[in-house]
């Protein structure tokens, strides 16, 4: 199998794309800022489609399984980080979301290295999901808040902490498993 085909291709583009978006929030404009959204919803439902293509022409390698993950942490990490350096929630909302993947990735890579696959289970994909999700709507709360005030209602605020406080349940919850299922590879 060759090491880079389309599906690594489509993850190396997501990870240049998690990279550019939180820039894009910070320091755009109101144009910039929708071109961040337009490239989020572009690296989030492409998220699914580099693993279809590589299971589908048998072209998954071990480097799409390294360049996965880094995507998917790139873009929620940041973009978690970068909505509360601007103020929408607390840092400490973002901080056991950062512990818990970098912790689980750190081990994955451990697994990886001794030819250990350690398959994502359906919390962990669910939590990929809820993450996503949340950062979608944190970001047109941002953009209500900011250009459009006479829309913005502080109930927007509440749901956006229901989602924080859903998406940190189930990312907490998820490594929970990740540890009982993988104990005896732990130890």
């Known amino acids: ?10 993850t190396s583009i997501r990870i240049v794309i998690s990279l550019c978006v939180p820039l894009m929030i ?20 492409t998220d ?3 693993g279809w293509l590589a299971r589908k022409y048998n072209e998954v390698t071990k480097l799409g399984k390294i360049l996965d993950p880094i995507a ?4 929620v990490l940041l973009t978690l980080s970068i909505f509360a350096y601007l103020g929408m929630y607390s840092f400490w ?22 030819g250990k696959v350690v398959a994502a289970v359906k919390s962990g994909k669910l939590k990929t999901v809820l993450q996503m999700g949340s950062i979608g709507y944190i970001y047109l ?21 229901i989602a924080l406080i ?15 299922n993988n104990w005896k590879l732990i130890a």
Request: some cysteine; charged content about 15%; hydrophobic content about 50%.
């Open 141 to 161: 709360i941002f953009m209500c808040k900011i250009y459009y005030p006479t829309y913005f209602h502080y109930a927007l605020i509440y749901t956006m902490y």
């Open 26 to 45: 910070i320091y755009g404009g109101f144009e910039m800022r929708v071109a961040a959204g337009i490239l989020g919803i572009t690296a989030v439902s």
């Open 93 to 114: 909302w973002v901080l056991p979301i950062i512990i818990r993947e970098l912790v689980i990735t750190a081990y994955r890579f451990s697994f990886l290295e001794q």
């Open 48 to 50: 699914w489609l580099d």
């Open 72 to 75: 998917d942490k790139v873009y």
């Open 166 to 180: 859903a998406t940190l349940a189930l990312t907490l919850y998820s490594g929970y498993i990740f540890f009982r």
């Open 1 to 10: 199998m060759r090491n880079f085909n389309l599906p690594n291709l489509i």
